[in-house]
């Protein structure tokens, strides 16, 4: 059997029996939004528990509307659904220049020029004074200290706003156990120290993927967007290929919650055995623009595969690693214990990841496929591979022959729910 697996902006192509696998799992085809300008100014029309965006805003006529929107690592139809959202803003007389957006980078780098065009169009970046939110800037606000003793810092564009607004993707969170909502605002655009302090709780148990209940890490995301107040939210579901399938608008909490019931329902992928082996891709580009953006697809199908099984990552990382202290603490790590014995106060943003990465190497061997240098891969504990070929050697030397495996094409957009008798 052949088949492509998106990697950067091409494909890899996979030769294996089919007597190989189990099964390629992958989120059903969900069909696309036929006409998205009018679903998106429906649901702006007809929000979740609230009024409508322009009965909001013709109340308080605000001096100026930030607007957060998400960075190049969570690509999507977001150029479909600003120019609605725009023209909506519009459509009550308030002058563009009132309009600013905030790209909620959270730890991550700035984004550029071409990216911003990429994901928000030409209109949005021609028009609009757009902002790269610094987690390290000087003049972040303190909104005081939440439950658990972490002091909440803004970004001071976002807390001077008189009117706020949050757009973003639905999807799983390998340890929020879903983004979107909350997510724009922490991490989306606190300090450094607020989403270190609060990523930091990945060490527990309750930081899992689709898990909400006593998630101390999600709860505090909440608590966050509730002490900054936001005003109005739109978040989007996509499908595989990106495209706007529905969105939800109105108030942040039950906007969320009502997006991960959906995801619950449309996202998941049922299996109903574990297996030796695991083929995934990360979904091309932007997905694995960077190892540390393409380890959600592992953490996504890691409950798919045996314990002492082997995982397959092909992923680009054309950006190499993509977090300097994932890599600092990976690479000074000699062994994977020594990553578990690090304090929970110590673990810095990318340490948090590299906890991560320890879970996972626990249970599998994880081949990587990239066009990262191989002794790179292996100083951060991983095992590179040139090509499928090498990869098929290494799995039937240890597996045997008669390995069964499944195949994951988009590892990224992937929720399993396992169905064992």
């Not at 929000?47 to 006529?61: F, Q």
């Not at 969320?256 to 329902?265: D, E, V, W």
């Given at each position: 059997?052949?088949?492509?697996?998106?990697?950067g902006?091409?494909?890899?192509?996979?030769?294996?029996?089919?007597?190989?696998?189990?099964?390629i799992?992958?989120?059903?085809a969900?069909?696309?939004?036929?006409?998205?300008y009018?679903?998106?100014?429906?649901?702006?029309?007809?929000?979740?528990?609230?009024?409508?965006?322009?009965?909001?805003?013709?109340?308080?006529?605000?001096?100026?509307?930030?607007?957060i929107?998400?960075?190049?690592?969570?690509?999507?139809?977001?150029?479909?659904?600003?120019k609605?959202?725009v023209?909506?803003?519009?459509?009550?007389?308030?002058?563009m220049?009132?309009?600013?957006?905030?790209?909620?980078?959270?730890t991550?780098?700035?984004?550029?020029?071409?990216e911003?065009?990429?994901?928000?169009?030409?209109?949005i970046?021609?028009?609009?004074?757009?902002q790269?939110?610094?987690c390290?800037?000087?003049?972040?606000?303190s909104y005081?200290k939440m439950?658990?003793?972490?002091?909440?810092?803004i970004?001071?564009t976002?807390?001077?706003t008189?009117?706020?607004i949050?757009?973003?993707?639905l999807?799983?969170?390998?340890?929020?156990?879903?983004g979107?909502?909350r997510k724009?605002?922490?991490?989306g655009?606190c300090?450094?120290?607020?989403?270190?302090?609060?990523?930091?709780?990945?060490i527990?148990e309750?930081?899992?993927?689709?898990?909400?209940?006593?998630?101390?890490?999600?709860?505090e995301?909440?608590?966050?967007?509730?002490?900054?107040g936001v005003?109005f939210?739109?978040?989007?579901?996509?499908?595989a290929?990106?495209?706007?399938?529905?969105?939800?608008?109105?108030?942040?909490?039950?906007?969320?919650?009502?997006?991960?019931?959906?995801?619950r329902?449309?996202?998941?992928?049922?299996?109903?055995?574990?297996?030796?082996?695991?083929?995934t891709?990360a979904?091309?580009?932007?997905?694995?623009i960077?190892?540390y953006q393409?380890?959600?697809?592992?953490n996504?199908?890691?409950?798919?595969?045996?314990?002492?099984?082997?995982?397959?990552?092909?992923a680009d990382?054309?950006?190499?690693?993509?977090?300097?202290e994932?890599?600092?603490?990976?690479?000074?790590?000699?062994?994977l214990?020594e990553?578990?014995?690090?304090?929970?106060?110590d673990?810095?943003?990318?340490?948090h990841?590299?906890f991560a990465?320890?879970k996972l190497?626990k249970?599998?061997?994880?081949?990587?496929?990239?066009s990262?240098?191989p002794?790179?891969v292996?100083?951060?504990?991983?095992?590179?591979?040139?090509?499928?070929?090498?990869?098929?050697?290494?799995i039937i030397?240890?597996?045997?022959?008669?390995?069964?495996?499944?195949i994951?094409?988009?590892?990224?957009?992937?929720?399993?729910?396992?169905?064992?008798?």
């Amino acid at each position: 059997m052949n088949t492509k697996l998106k990697y950067g902006k091409g494909y890899k192509e996979l030769k294996i029996s089919s007597e190989n696998i189990i099964d390629i799992l992958e989120m059903k085809a969900i069909p696309a939004c036929k006409n998205p300008y009018q679903l998106i100014k429906q649901k702006l029309n007809s929000p979740i528990d609230t009024e409508s965006l322009s009965k909001l805003l013709a109340k308080k006529m605000p001096e100026n509307i930030v607007v957060i929107i998400s960075d190049i690592t969570r690509p999507g139809p977001f150029k479909e659904l600003l120019k609605p959202l725009v023209d909506e803003i519009l459509a009550t007389r308030i002058n563009m220049n009132k309009i600013r957006f905030v790209i909620a980078n959270g730890t991550h780098r700035k984004m550029t020029d071409a990216e911003m065009r990429f994901q928000y169009g030409n209109w949005i970046v021609d028009n609009f004074s757009i902002q790269n939110h610094d987690c390290r800037a000087s003049n972040l606000v303190s909104y005081g200290k939440m439950k658990s003793g972490n002091e909440l810092w803004i970004n001071k564009t976002v807390a001077n706003t008189d009117f706020l607004i949050t757009t973003g993707i639905l999807n799983t969170h390998y340890f929020a156990g879903f983004g979107g909502g909350r997510k724009s605002i922490l991490p989306g655009v606190c300090g450094y120290e607020t989403i270190r302090r609060n990523h930091s709780n990945i060490i527990h148990e309750y930081a899992g993927l689709g898990r909400l209940k006593g998630n101390l890490i999600h709860l505090e995301m909440c608590e966050a967007a509730e002490k900054v107040g936001v005003d109005f939210c739109i978040n989007m579901l996509i499908n595989a290929n990106k495209q706007l399938v529905d969105c939800f608008a109105g108030d942040i909490d039950k906007v969320f919650h009502t997006g991960a019931k959906a995801i619950r329902n449309l996202y998941s992928v049922k299996f109903s055995k574990y297996a030796d082996v695991v083929i995934t891709s990360a979904g091309g580009y932007p997905k694995d623009i960077n190892f540390y953006q393409s380890q959600k697809a592992l953490n996504n199908t890691i409950d798919l595969v045996k314990q002492g099984g082997t995982i397959v990552l092909i992923a680009d990382c054309s950006e190499g690693v993509g977090q300097d202290e994932m890599e600092r603490v990976l690479t000074s790590a000699k062994d994977l214990d020594e990553l578990f014995s690090i304090k929970q106060e110590d673990i810095q943003i990318g340490g948090h990841r590299a906890f991560a990465t320890g879970k996972l190497l626990k249970k599998a061997d994880i081949l990587v496929i990239s066009s990262m240098k191989p002794e790179k891969v292996r100083k951060i504990h991983f095992i590179p591979m040139k090509s499928f070929d090498d990869c098929m050697d290494f799995i039937i030397k240890k597996h045997g022959k008669n390995f069964k495996s499944y195949i994951v094409p988009n590892g990224s957009m992937f929720f399993p729910t396992a169905e064992i008798n």
